[in-house]
Structure formats: structure tokens, C-alpha cells
């Protein structure tokens, strides 16, 4: 079974600072997507960076990046520059799957992080 | 572009109740999902689909059902509403493995 751990509940930041949420993940299966999703109050989901495991070089996407390191199975998310529209719940997801197809993909959520940004 | 539609956005459902959830996408994805959030938690994944006809049990199944006739259609049926499916129920898509998914805006049940 897969098993994905968010270690902070909570997060602050100040406005303008950088901020890095953790997670980390165990699987055994033989390849997997990584995705970091926000929910803002509104509870809308929203996609805010993908990373393949297949490629070494970290994704980014604006002001959001992420470090990713497959031998400890580690998958932190990088906010710079943060803004008060980022404070939301912030959730790692991996997608996991096998040539089998036995896992189809399926995304496996950790427990979330709020974060919450100080003006 | 509506992306995917869940129906309703919210339900108050009495103890052994059933009801069904509604869930259309019209990306042509071919992965349907249907995960429940409870407060403060991540989400847990009740029943997939990978095609028409092809449905599977998540993490959390027992209490739900579902079908997919269609590739547009995900339906998630309750039957005998439990208190402890009072929860946020989120639909949603993605086209192949690895592909973005995307959500329904949610329905928050209640169940008294």
C-alpha cells in the first residue's frame, strides 16, 4: 500500500517571504507522477505543479517550484514571494501506477497543510 | 467549457436514505474518480473508473456503489445513509495516467 505524509499541519509565512511545505511518500510501485494541489476556502481543487519521477530536473511554475528527490522519496513544494491568495490547504499527490495497470494512476493525498500568509 | 459538474452542491439526507450523486465531465477523459474529504483531512478515494464499463473500488468503497455507462457519466449511489458518510464529496477527471485532474466544485452531505 501506498502511504503519503504531510508533517506540518500548519504553516505561516509573512507576505513577500518563502515558504517550503513538506512531503514525503512510500510506494513500491515501478513509476509515478507527482502533484501538489491547493484548496482555498472555497474548497475548489487546484492543480498547482506536476512533476513526472521519470525526470531528474525539478519542476517549477512561476513562483512555485518543487525539490524533488526519488531515493528518499521526497516531494517538498517551494513558494516564493508569497501573496495573500496563496493561504489555502495544500496537499501532495502522488499518482502511482505500474506496467501492470493494476493502479491506473490513481491520486493517493496526504493529510494536508494549511498555510496561512501574514500580511 | 464546463469541465466537470457535480450535482447537487449541497444535501441533507435522514439515516438509511439514499440518494445519488451526480458527475459529468465533457473533456472525453477517460479516468473518472469519485474521493471523500472529511474535515480537516485529505482525500480518500471511494470507487474509480478507467473506461465505460470498467469500475473499481478505492480506498474507502463500503456504503457506495457506482456505474459508468457512458464516458461523460459517473454517478455515486448511497444507499442507507450513515452518519459516517457525512462528508465533502469531490468528482473528478483525468485523461490517461499521470494526467491533471480535474475537480468538481464538491458536495457537502450531511446525513442526520
Known amino acids: 500500500a501506498q502511504t503519503v505524509t504531510q508533517s506540518q499541519p500548519e504553516m505561516s509565512v509573512q507576505e513577500a517571504e518563502t515558504v517550503t511545505l513538506s512531503c514525503t511518500y512510500d510506494?513500491?510501485?515501478?513509476?509515478?507522477?507527482l502533484f501538489w494541489y491547493k484548496q482555498p476556502p472555497s474548497r475548489q481543487m487546484i492543480l498547482v505543479i506536476r512533476?513526472?519521477?521519470?525526470?531528474?530536473q525539478n519542476a517549477t511554475e512561476n513562483r512555485f517550484s518543487v525539490n524533488f528527490q526519488k531515493a528518499a522519496k521526497s516531494f517538498s513544494l517551494k513558494i516564493s514571494d508569497s501573496q495573500l491568495g496563496d493561504a489555502a490547504m495544500y496537499f501532495c499527490a502522488p499518482a502511482f501506477f505500474n506496467a501492470g495497470g493494476t493502479s491506473y494512476g490513481k491520486l493517493t493525498f496526504g493529510q494536508g497543510t494549511i498555510l496561512t500568509v501574514h500580511p | 467549457n464546463a469541465g466537470v459538474t457535480q450535482t447537487p452542491k449541497f444535501r441533507i439526507l435522514k439515516i438509511g436514505q439514499s440518494m445519488t450523486l451526480q458527475c459529468t465531465q465533457d473533456?472525453?477523459?477517460?479516468?473518472m474518480y469519485w474521493y471523500r474529504q472529511d474535515p480537516g483531512m485529505g482525500l480518500k478515494l471511494i470507487y474509480y473508473s478507467v473506461g465505460a464499463g470498467i469500475t473499481d473500488k478505492g480506498e474507502v468503497p463500503n456504503g457506495y456503489n457506482v456505474s459508468r455507462s457512458t464516458t461523460e457519466d459517473f454517478p455515486l449511489r448511497l444507499e442507507l445513509a450513515a452518519p459516517s458518510q457525512t462528508s465533502v464529496y469531490f468528482c473528478?477527471?483525468?485523461?490517461?495516467?499521470?494526467?491533471?485532474?480535474?475537480f468538481g466544485q464538491g458536495t457537502r452531505l450531511t446525513v442526520v
Open positions: 473533456m472525453n477523459h477517460n479516468y
Open positions: 473528478a477527471s483525468s485523461y490517461g495516467v499521470g494526467g491533471k485532474a480535474f
Open positions: 512533476q513526472e519521477a521519470y525526470k531528474q
Open positions: 510506494t513500491s510501485e515501478s513509476d509515478y507522477y
